[in-house]
């Protein structure tokens, strides 16, 4: 499980009421100045407040939602595909990936058909 970036149990609380402030009328400024944050962070509290009555914004969650080099869905399926179709090891996928034009390493290659278990050979091989 991932840590939120704050554990306050009181923060979400803090944060409606800061945005009730603001829509009362006080400035971003004053606002931050009297909760003791950044007037950034009050303007972002107000937009991603919610208006449907609820009288708390939750904390979210800092855990990123994927990698940055994480390989597309697209090069997944094409190294499943040839691997289906030509039934070839993953030195030859990698081969055939690069000539169609697919960037694409070869370590990558070898993760993606082990999570699949496509991959034939001892387990400590691997």
Not at 11 to 30: Q, T
């Amino acid at each position: 499980m991932y840590m939120v970036y704050s554990t306050n149990p009181h923060l979400p609380k803090v944060r409606m009421k800061a945005v009730l402030l603001v829509r009362k009328g006080w400035s971003i400024r004053k606002v931050a100045r009297y909760i003791g944050v950044y007037p950034s962070t009050v303007s972002r509290w107000v937009k991603g407040a919610p208006r449907d009555g609820r009288m708390v914004i939750p904390t979210l969650s800092s855990r990123s939602h994927h990698h940055p080099h994480q390989l597309s869905q697209e090069i997944f399926d094409a190294i499943v595909k040839y691997r289906l179709k030509y039934k070839r090891c993953s030195e030859v996928i990698h081969h055939l990936l690069l000539k169609d034009v697919y960037q694409v390493s070869l370590p990558s290659v070898k993760r993606v058909l082990r999570r699949y278990q496509l991959i034939q050979g001892s387990p400590w091989k691997r």
